[in-house]
């Protein structure tokens, strides 16, 4: 190999070596970043499945942690992979077994300071086995109801649901609603809260009776995982959130989300931007109090975030079981 030619050579291989790396350090800073987050509040919904959970990282350190996904989801290795030493507050919004079911591996992993429980009594092993832990560990435990409200530095936790009288017999309509607010930014929490039109009683239709304007949030998590019954224009308008993110396993048995819930959010596109751990993995939130910045681990075509829990099953199986290799995303929300 002649000199001018080894040279060219050397020269391409540099070349390609630098653009691999700032390609990896792109994709990286679009990374959902581990640990808390100096004077920001941080969310991640974490893809755990067919099943919710969101760990809550405050500015001040503390560390909330709503739902824990279904027995042998990954969420203590999530949390350890975000940076968690201890849980200052765990909030279990109902007692289905997606919502709970990790919940004993999570308080075996990590030091638990305080537990509240929607108290609503599920006659099953996994929600009396949870509470058992709760008991034995020495946990403080509550079951707050509408009104009542936690200060952890500049932030305010509220409860909106549920009241002190349950509309009917369903564990879903007991759901914990709690909405967190951080300087002019609200986050809304909403467990597996249901609208029933025919029933003409659930958790939505109470808090749109007792607070319709006190819904508003900047971020909603659509509630039962995109089902029809846990987002209605009803709910959309009053909540007029400008992210909603979804939380639910790609092709899962309950065909979440519904298509009724993506026509809408797909009508709303132009005010209301869309995440889904389904297609994209973890999902993270990181907020200043005056901006919502977010981020998650796989990127997907925009057209994708309105497809339907049946037609996610479809693509999947189309493609070996994968819901799409891209990685790394990052948009900014107002």
């Given at each position: ?142 079951t707050p109801k509408r009104g009542d409200l936690r200060k952890f530095g500049d ?93 639910c396993a790609a092709g899962n048995d309950y065909h979440h989300p519904h298509p ?25 939130s990181v907020c200043d109090g005056n901006t919502i910045s977010m981020s998650s ?38």
């Amino acid at each position: 190999m002649n000199k001018t030619l080894r040279s060219i050579l050397i020269i391409a291989l540099a070349a390609a070596a630098i653009v691999a790396i700032v390609r990896l350090t792109r994709v990286r800073d679009n990374q959902p970043q581990p640990g808390p987050v100096a004077g920001k509040l941080v969310v991640h919904f974490l893809d755990v499945g067919q099943g919710d959970s969101e760990l809550i990282q405050l500015p001040a350190g503390e560390t909330i942690l709503i739902d824990s996904g279904d027995r042998g989801a990954p969420t203590v290795e999530l949390l350890r992979k975000f940076g968690v030493k201890q849980i200052d507050l765990v909030i279990a919004t109902h007692p289905h077994s997606d919502h709970i079911g990790e919940m004993r591996d999570v308080m075996r992993a990590f030091k638990v300071l305080e537990f509240w429980d929607s108290g609503f009594n599920h006659p099953t092993r996994t929600y009396g086995d949870m509470l058992q832990d709760i008991k034995d560990r020495g946990i403080k435990f509550a079951t707050p109801k509408r009104g009542d409200l936690r200060k952890f530095g500049d932030v305010l936790v509220e409860v909106l649901n549920p009241s002190e009288e349950l509309p009917d017999e369903n564990p879903n309509n007991a759901s914990l609603v709690v909405r967190l607010t951080y300087g002019a930014k609200r986050f809304l929490f909403t467990g597996d809260a249901e609208y029933n039109v025919a029933a003409k009683s659930s958790a939505w239709e109470q808090m749109l009776e007792k607070d319709r304007e006190g819904l508003r949030a900047d971020l909603l998590k659509a509630a039962h995982h995109g089902s029809s019954n846990g987002m209605t224009e009803e709910i959309l308008d009053a909540v007029s959130p400008s992210i909603v993110t979804i939380s639910c396993a790609a092709g899962n048995d309950y065909h979440h989300p519904h298509p009724r819930v993506m026509r809408m959010l797909e009508q709303a596109a132009s005010k209301t931007s869309i995440y889904r751990t389904d297609l994209e993995g973890t999902i993270t939130s990181v907020c200043d109090g005056n901006t919502i910045s977010m981020s998650s681990d796989r990127q997907v075509a925009r057209d994708r975030l309105y497809l339907t829990g049946d037609e996610v099953a479809g693509t999947v199986a189309g493609v070996g079981g994968s819901a799409g290799s891209e990685r790394g995303r990052g948009r900014r929300a107002r």
